[in-house]
């Protein structure tokens, strides 16, 4: 039987599929291209905070950011389905592709809300929701995004040290392919409002003076 919260090597697998996942429409809130690259001052990055619905509207309704998009990453699996996903064979994590003005919203400021408003202590789950899907992540895409999420990982850690003792189990890792999810996912919770959203957060904030 398999233990969903154990992570697949690349050897067990499932090996995937050629034909990707086409994402045609515009995003939903503010009808920008999901598929578009930054541009200018415009940096990406892959969170992951559990279930992708709730992260995704978390995103969108910053100050700064330009874009977003849900899908799979950190894994395996050629051109992976959710329903592969979900059989936690695809060594995938559901994230938020991040698209933002790093002149108006610092990466350093989006990861405290990253902290801020999931647990990143849990391991292989997200609240009830239990599976390597589900896993905290960061997958970054510079040498420059790499040092600001390990360093504020520390930050985050110091204070979760001193409030509840707990260590972050986030993965941090330069970014791989990003797979996208299905259309039906894509800002799931602007088009089902009453919709299912498992975050929750450890109560602990963000140092205030490194806020």
């Known amino acids: 039987m398999i233990n969903k919260q154990d992570m697949v090597t690349a050897n067990d697998a499932l090996a995937?599929?050629?034909?990707?996942?086409?994402?045609?429409?515009?995003?939903?809130?503010?009808?920008?291209?999901?598929?578009?690259?930054p541009e200018g001052t415009q940096q990406q990055v892959l969170l992951g905070m559990g279930c992708f619905w709730g992260a995704e509207r978390l995103f969108w309704n910053?100050?700064?950011?330009?874009?977003?998009?849900?899908g799979y990453a950190g894994g395996f699996t050629k051109h992976p389905t959710y329903e592969q996903v979900?059989?936690?064979?695809?060594?995938?994590?559901?994230?938020?592709?991040?698209i933002f003005d790093s002149q108006r919203l610092?990466?350093?400021q989006l990861l405290?809300?990253?902290?801020?408003?999931?647990?990143?202590?849990?391991?292989?789950?997200?609240?009830?929701?239990?599976g390597t899907?589900?896993?905290?992540?960061?997958?970054?895409?510079?040498?420059?995004?790499?040092?600001?999420?390990?360093?504020?990982?520390?930050q985050y850690q110091a204070a979760l040290s001193q409030s509840l003792g707990n260590a972050v189990t986030t993965e941090i890792l330069p970014a791989g392919q990003y797979f996208y999810a299905e259309t039906y996912?894509?800002?799931y919770l602007a088009?089902?409002?009453?919709?299912?959203?498992?975050?929750?957060g450890t109560g602990v904030c963000f140092p205030p003076s490194l806020a």
């Open 133 to 154: 899907q589900y896993r905290s992540a960061i997958y970054t895409f510079s040498e420059d995004q790499q040092s600001i999420a390990l360093q504020s990982k520390d």
């Open 112 to 130: 405290q809300t990253f902290w801020e408003r999931h647990d990143p202590t849990q391991g292989m789950q997200q609240g009830n929701d239990r």
């Open 185 to 187: 996912h894509q800002q």
């Open 16 to 37: 995937g599929n050629e034909q990707k996942i086409e994402v045609t429409e515009p995003h939903f809130v503010n009808q920008t291209d999901l598929t578009k690259a």
């Open 106 to 108: 610092p990466l350093s």
């Open 191 to 200: 088009k089902n409002p009453g919709g299912y959203c498992g975050l929750g």
């Open 86 to 98: 979900c059989t936690a064979q695809t060594g995938h994590t559901e994230v938020v592709r991040v």
């Open 62 to 70: 910053l100050d700064g950011v330009v874009s977003t998009s849900v």
